[in-house]
């Protein structure tokens, strides 16, 4: 099935550094949501977005929904050795639709 | 309950036997939805469901996989006659709807490992 280009795949940093990673589409979509999804677990919300070119924070990270609808953007200030797992885009093409999501950033954080 | 929640969290079937996995939604949340999660790959979606009515199945990947929810709530997605390929982390998500704004809500998960 369809995923989005999630970039970069993986990120080793260090503690303190703070994180970019992008996501993006060849069609449209009216939603983008991240997830962070830890070992054993399943996905859980950090970001909603809306509006094209609406920036949203939460905490240390901070969304925003491209202008052309077609990619979005988290970043991460700060991190810390919690920040650890995969982190995914995922977007909503239509009203009450199913979600596509991304193929996922790993992120690892060192001390 | 306070989130969605799946049961089993971990299931191990041998080759050909039948699996039903479970997912028990959000309260309220009229929209649930069932995805496959391969290892080191994004959910993707499965099926549909708003309250009892079955939306849209088109992900569900052979006619060995069904899904219902007879009563608007809790859902079932049983796998018959499993396939090694069938191995995967199933995720069940419903849906908040706010002022015209749609977020979902997943559930652990059920790892299946078919042998």
């Known amino acids: 099935g369809q995923q989005l280009n999630q970039s970069p795949q993986s990120m080793f940093i260090q503690e303190g550094e703070d994180v970019s990673m992008n996501c993006t589409s060849s069609?449209?979509?009216?939603?983008w949501l991240w997830y962070k999804q830890d070992p054993g677990e399943g996905p859980v919300l950090l970001i909603a977005?809306?509006?094209?070119?609406e920036l949203t924070s939460n905490g240390r990270l901070t969304a925003q929904f491209g202008i052309t609808r077609k990619d979005s953007f988290l970043n991460i200030s700060a991190s810390i050795p919690s920040d650890v797992g995969i982190y995914f885009c995922?977007?909503?093409?239509?009203?009450?639709?199913?979600?596509?999501f991304g193929t996922g950033t790993r992120l690892q954080v060192t001390l | 309950g306070a989130g969605v929640s799946q049961s089993p969290r971990y299931k191990v079937a041998k080759r050909g036997q039948d699996v039903a996995l479970r997912c028990d939604p959000i309260?309220?949340?009229?929209?649930l939805f069932w995805y496959q999660q391969a290892l080191g790959q994004g959910p993707e979606f499965l099926t549909y469901?708003?309250?009892?009515?079955?939306?849209?199945k088109s992900g569900l990947p052979s006619d060995r996989f069904f899904a219902e929810r007879p009563e608007g709530s809790v859902s079932t997605l049983k796998i018959q006659r499993t396939q090694q390929e069938d191995s995967a982390v199933y995720l069940c998500?419903?849906?908040?709807?706010?002022?015209?704004?749609?977020?979902?809500?997943f559930g652990p998960g059920t790892r299946l490992l078919v042998l």
């Open positions: 998500a419903s849906t908040q709807w706010t002022s015209g704004r749609e977020t979902q809500y």
């Open positions: 069609s449209i979509f009216n939603t």
């Open positions: 977005l809306y509006k094209a070119g």
């Open positions: 995922a977007g909503f093409t239509g009203t009450a639709s199913k979600l596509t």
């Open positions: 309260s309220g949340h009229v929209s």
């Open positions: 469901f708003q309250n009892e009515a079955q939306l849209d």
